[in-house]
């Protein structure tokens, strides 16, 4: 965050990747959601994006590109913000993202070192993509999964961060790459305190435990996993649920921790959302540690 000098404050953020669906401008759209996901989870309003994008000239035509840089801007508008232009490099991996720009109340910043014990853990997307997107680069994903999926990832969080803000969360991340427990495992290192997760209301995209079960997981949800094995006590939690809890997600939703007698109210507020569920507390323990009981449903 950098404060101006006149009291107001920005945020900066960037990311891009390879293509997760065949379709460009789906891909430009979860690509542009998911870059603009870190304003929203600090509490800001994204002004400007800049575009990020490698493209293999001599191999896919440059009107392909044309509609991933419209699927992007798509997200902008819808965002409020504008694409202001960007920078293409040759290279033979295709890749897409944006740098975005935001806005933000400097007495009102959601961080991740923020979370206190007592605070109700809410989540307001469900989980699953990674598990989905894998499917779909294997040719297995049904087109009911996949639609339910880029539904998911091409929602800004920008009405979800509204209402945090205004009830007053001050801890706060986006659950991405990480997946959901390497997200909250960061935010409670930085606080200084544990929590301990209910795996069965974490809410999940509907045929995600299925492809999850077929084999269809990810790299990057087993490098999860293990990351996080000297701080998740998983009890008797079965293989299914470890992958779920660590599934690398793309445009994910928000995770906020809530004061307790706030929460009821943040919940209410986010019903229109893809999901908003209390998955667990904070509590005093070992920074860092998750402990999980139940099983995704």
């Known amino acids: 965050m950098w404060r101006r000098p006149d009291g107001r404050a920005l945020v900066a953020t960037v990311d891009f990747f390879t293509p997760l669906v065949d379709d460009p401008t789906t891909w430009g759209r979860i690509a542009a959601a998911n870059a603009a996901s870190d304003v929203y989870a600090m509490g800001g309003r994204p002004l400007v994006a800049l575009n990020i994008a490698a493209w293999p000239r001599e191999t896919l035509p440059l009107e392909l590109l044309a509609d991933v840089l419209r699927g992007g801007r798509s997200v902008a508008e819808r965002g409020g913000y504008v694409v202001v232009g960007g920078h293409t490099v040759d290279d033979p991996e295709p890749k897409y993202g944006q740098v975005v720009v935001g806005r933000v109340h400097p007495d009102r910043v959601m961080t991740i070192d923020a979370a206190r014990p007592g605070d109700a853990l809410v989540l307001t997307k469900p989980i699953g993509t990674g598990v989905i997107t894998t499917a779909i680069k294997a040719d297995a994903a049904p087109s009911s999964a996949v639609d339910e999926a880029v539904a998911s990832m091409t929602k800004l969080n920008d009405a979800a961060s509204a209402v945090l803000v205004a009830s007053g969360v001050r801890a706060c991340t986006d659950v991405t790459g990480f997946g ?5 495992h960061r935010m409670l290192l930085a606080s200084g305190v544990a929590a301990a997760v209910d795996a069965s209301a974490v809410p999940l995209l509907a045929q995600a435990s299925a492809l999850a079960t ?10 999860n996993i293990e990351a996080l094995d000297n701080y998740v006590h998983w009890g008797q939690a079965p293989d299914l649920t470890r992958v779920m809890l660590c599934d690398a997600q793309t445009s994910g939703g928000l995770l906020a921790a809530c004061a307790a007698d706030r929460v009821d109210d943040v919940v209410s507020a986010l019903e229109g959302e893809l999901a908003a569920a209390v998955i667990g507390r904070v509590a005093d323990g070992r920074p860092g540690s998750v402990s999980v009981t139940g099983t995704p449903g």
């Open 214 to 223: 077929a084999g269809h997981v990810s790299g990057g949800t087993r490098r």
């Open 180 to 184: 959901l427990l390497g997200h909250l």
